[in-house]
């Protein structure tokens, strides 16, 4: 019954993302290419959350994620833990919507041209101390994602940010070195929260810790936490934003990092809310008496699930190799025995769940690509490649069984059009080791990835495995047309204009292929029969969804 | 008794050698496994080696082998167990909690084991016939069930279907704790428990048959007396040995059943600062757990002197 816990930790690479809707507009206002959210939970289509919170509640306690956070610095981490509990505590600058939309929050936003984004702190917003912030603070929270010393994870989303400036009393300037309409949605995830000054100087290191907490403006402040296994939150009785008010006075996370105890605590109430809920958990759940699962529609999450290369020479440096391993994937096959139908297939790296605007040009170049396996074509492609009977290694993390599973039906296709493919399985540890050390990938062909970007733009996640300086871009792959049109798209405010680049930009990451996509994972929420206002999108990265949650 | 007191100190230099030692080999065999605590905090993210480097800087791992180990010793011995690399938080501060829940883990299940055993044991032993058959059968089956099974199967009826008792989390006010610990503390204590009866069932059946026992038959000494004076008595000295020994792995033990009802104890901490190459924290729960073992040891070796003058003699000489 003990199944290992499903770790993400080091699968989860995270861009700070945009919503392209937010870079077109001028003053917030986003008509026009909002998402049409493709997260519609099996209850009702189009739906962003359980239901309309109208009553308050005394205490509520919440699933953190599959372990517990290790800092509570909005910049430190970029992982499902610390983006689940951290923008109730440090809410973006921006305002994220459950169906993505970006608008004013505790600053406005206006982007006169590609290089300069002004900001403008609205009046009355203050820390959950009751103190006023400053232009000061605002400035101070954006520079610590571009200073070396504080490790922000979300550093490369800013690396186009040339200047942060105080240029008024309420107003911040960012001046770019590069044309860049992508870091509107940087700060619309916790990358944006803005933080405390005298508070960060005063805690130095420290800032963050559980023993210290953070200093922020979000719905809730920090109460305690032991660093191992509750953490505290109460209603931040100053919260500037009224409107938005929390429903629950006492807001606590618990982390099992054991699904089984996870489902027993869930099914008997003593946690009463999940998002992100381990698929292997589904069956168990479905007949729990005493809450709901919500289960999401194709896209409803841009979490996809690939074949990452990570070397430059060997067997699977060949295009055709990979594009032959690419089209022998029953992907179909793995979405409904793999992953029980709680994932789909998945054609691109950048999938449904990744199209937050010009949605229908998007399906409609996706409907094109080739769906079905075709393993005969592709031994074939292997013949041509003069790989046949060739050797490559993969790897992917130990302790879920589906990557394992999945690991194995990868082994097989190999096989079956020629190739010999050998898996590994390292330890969380040293899987997550591959991401920080080149020398760690060394003995890899390539490896199993889960990735996610915040808000959905295609372009982020191309940039991110396909672009040559991209983060997870290990093989070294290099495209000039592809670069090209990436940085095209960057400076491109038009959704219209910008989908027309990005669909540039994937036609030859189709062939070439840096990354193999294979299945996209659907929402999947608990909730407990008592409460509503939970997300069902993958918005609430970055927002404060634990305001909302409540009585109905 | 000053012999006692002797004994006493050579065990307890002899504690803190084994301590020494303990922490060398942890440290050493942290430092060769694969993986960086640097990596943790990037995350996903592939840093630049200039980032990298000034991270390492940050957390002092760019210093050598044995210095960084002197480094931490000498903290250690200051009385400063350190702080966090993964969290910046004072691994005072983050073992409280998890020492809390698996040291009432550990004296309850220790609890169970010793009136479940012993009771069991004896009455197993002084009840020649069924009563006897029907004891060393459910021993034999306690002695087999492995303490995830245990769990599993006391979660899946006791909490799950019956609702008697939480299946996760460690509850809030004192009741609550002992509420949540319930389940717990019996998974752990199912082998021990039965181990511990059959011990106690061999040594009181030994006494039982003994001349001085049947001595004191002849002579007319009430049945009571005999097991209290000349059974229990003679027999303490392998139960408590046994006991000590059971109770000391249960500390590692816990781990399984602290994983299962999701009660973030020491043995969840080790694990996941292990895989985090959380120096410091590994460390400290590290002599935590052997400094435990060993004292546990010594006062189950206490209790067998302080019951059995033969082996306070033997021992002292």
Redesign the interface.
Do not use: D, N, T, Y
């Given at each position: 019954m003990k199944v290992r816990t499903h770790r993400r930790l080091a699968l989860a690479l995270l861009v700070p993302a945009l919503a392209a809707t937010a870079a077109c507009s001028s003053s917030g206002s986003n008509a026009g290419a909002a998402p049409t959210g493709g997260n519609i939970s099996k209850i009702a289509a189009g739906k962003v959350l359980t239901g309309t919170a109208k009553n308050d509640v005394d205490s509520v306690t919440w699933y953190g994620d599959y372990r517990p956070l290790y800092t509570l610095d909005p910049l430190k981490l970029a992982d499902y833990p610390e983006e689940t509990v951290i923008p109730n505590l440090c809410e973006p600058m921006l305002r994220v919507a459950p169906d993505y939309k970006i608008s004013t929050g505790a600053v406005a936003y206006e982007q006169p041209d590609a290089t300069h984004l002004v900001l403008t702190l609205q009046p009355g917003v203050t820390f959950s101390d009751g103190t006023a912030v400053t232009a000061d603070d605002v400035a101070f929270s954006i520079q610590r994602n571009l200073d070396p010393k504080v490790l922000s994870n979300y550093y490369p989303a800013f690396a186009n940010v040339a200047k942060v400036a105080v240029t008024g009393d309420r107003t911040v300037t960012l001046t770019m070195a590069k044309p860049d309409y992508t870091v509107v949605s940087a700060l619309s995830t916790v990358a944006g929260a803005i933080v405390k000054k005298a508070f960060v100087e005063r805690t130095g290191d420290s800032f963050g810790a559980p023993n210290v907490g953070v200093m922020c403006t979000g719905p809730f402040s920090f109460a305690s936490y032991d660093g191992t296994s509750k953490l505290v939150l109460t209603r931040n009785e100053h919260y500037w934003d009224t409107a938005h008010r929390a429903h629950v006075k006492t807001f606590t996370f618990q982390f099992p990092a054991d699904p089984g105890a996870l489902a027993n605590a869930l099914a008997s109430g003593e946690i009463q809310g999940a998002m992100n809920v381990p698929t292997n958990l589904a069956t168990t759940l479905k007949s729990a008496t005493n809450g709901k699962m919500y289960v999401g529609s194709e896209g409803s999450t841009p979490i996809n699930i690939d074949v990452l290369m990570t070397r430059s020479t060997g067997t699977l440096a060949a295009p055709k190799v990979r594009q032959a391993l690419s089209m022998a994937l029953d992907r179909k096959a793995i979405a409904a025995q793999i992953f029980h139908g709680l994932a789909d297939p998945l054609y691109r790296v950048a999938g449904p769940g990744t199209w937050g605007y010009a949605r229908d040009t998007f399906a409609a170049d996706y409907a094109k690509l080739p769906k079905t396996p075709d393993v005969t074509a592709a031994a074939k492609l292997v013949d041509e490649a003069g790989a046949k009977g060739a050797s490559a290694v993969f790897a992917y993390p130990s302790g879920d069984p589906q990557s394992a599973q999945l690991a194995t039906v990868l082994q097989q296709t190999a096989k079956q059009i020629g190739l010999n493919l050998q898996i590994k399985a390292l330890p969380l540890q040293q899987y997550g080791n591959l991401f920080s050390s080149p020398k760690a990938r060394a003995a890899y062909d390539a490896i199993l990835t889960k990735n996610y970007v915040e808000t959905p733009d295609p372009l982020l996640m191309d940039r991110l495995y396909g672009g040559t300086s991209g983060g997870t871009n290990f093989s070294g792959y290099s495209n000039a047309d592809v670069d090209a049109h990436i940085a095209e798209a960057t400076a491109t405010s038009d959704p219209a204009a910008r989908a027309t680049a990005v669909l540039a930009a994937e036609h030859q990451l189709d062939q070439d292929l840096p990354s193999i996509p294979v299945v996209g994972q659907r929402a999947l929420v608990f909730v407990s029969d008592n409460l509503t206002g939970a997300p069902l999108t993958f918005a609430y990265m970055s927002a404060p969804w634990a305001a909302q949650i409540g009585a109905e | 008794m000053p012999a006692l007191v002797q004994l006493l100190a050579r065990r307890l230099l002899g504690l803190l050698a084994t301590l020494l030692v303990a922490s060398f080999v942890v440290y050493t065999s942290i430092y060769l496994s694969?993986?960086?605590p640097?990596?943790?905090?990037?995350?996903?993210?592939?840093?630049s080696p200039?980032?990298?480097a000034?991270?390492r800087a940050?957390l002092g791992l760019d210093e050598p082998f044995l210095v960084r180990y002197f480094h931490w010793l000498r903290e250690v011995l200051g009385g400063d167990l350190g702080t966090?690399l993964?969290?910046?938080?004072?691994v005072t501060?983050?073992l409280?909690?998890?020492l809390e829940v698996t040291v009432l883990l550990v004296l309850y299940a220790a609890a169970i084991i010793v009136v479940a055993g012993l009771g069991l044991g004896l009455l197993s032993a002084l009840n020649p016939g069924i009563v006897d058959a029907g004891i060393t059968g459910l021993v034999s089956v306690a002695t087999a069930v492995p303490a995830?099974v245990a769990s599993?199967v006391l979660?899946s009826v006791f909490?799950?279907r019956l609702?008697w008792f939480?299946?996760?989390?460690?509850g809030d006010s004192v009741g609550g704790h002992l509420r949540a610990l319930t389940l717990p503390a019996v998974s752990l204590a199912i082998i021990s428990s039965g181990l511990v009866a059959r011990v106690t069932r061999a040594a009181a059946l030994e006494q039982n048959s003994s001349e001085h026992v049947r001595t004191a038959v002849s002579r007319g000494v009430s049945r009571r007396r005999i097991i209290r004076t000349h059974v229990l008595r003679n027999a303490a000295g392998p139960i408590a040995t046994v006991t000590g020994l059971q109770v000391a792995g249960l500390l590692a033990a816990s781990v399984v059943v602290e994983?299962?009802?999701?009660?973030?104890g020491l043995g969840?901490?080790l694990i996941?600062s292990v895989?985090?190459?959380d120096f410091p924290v590994v460390q400290a729960i590290c002599l935590l757990l052997v400094a435990a073992f060993v004292v546990l040891n010594l006062t189950a070796d206490l209790i067998g002197l302080l019951i059995d003058p033969r082996a306070r003699k033997a021992s002292t000489a």
């Open positions: - | 694969p993986g960086s640097e990596s943790v905090l990037f995350g996903g993210r592939q840093p200039e980032l990298l000034a991270a940050h966090s993964i969290s910046q938080q004072p501060a983050k409280g909690h998890p995830f599993s979660i909490a799950v609702g939480p299946p996760f989390g460690f994983q299962a009802f999701g009660l973030g969840q901490v996941s895989q985090q190459k």
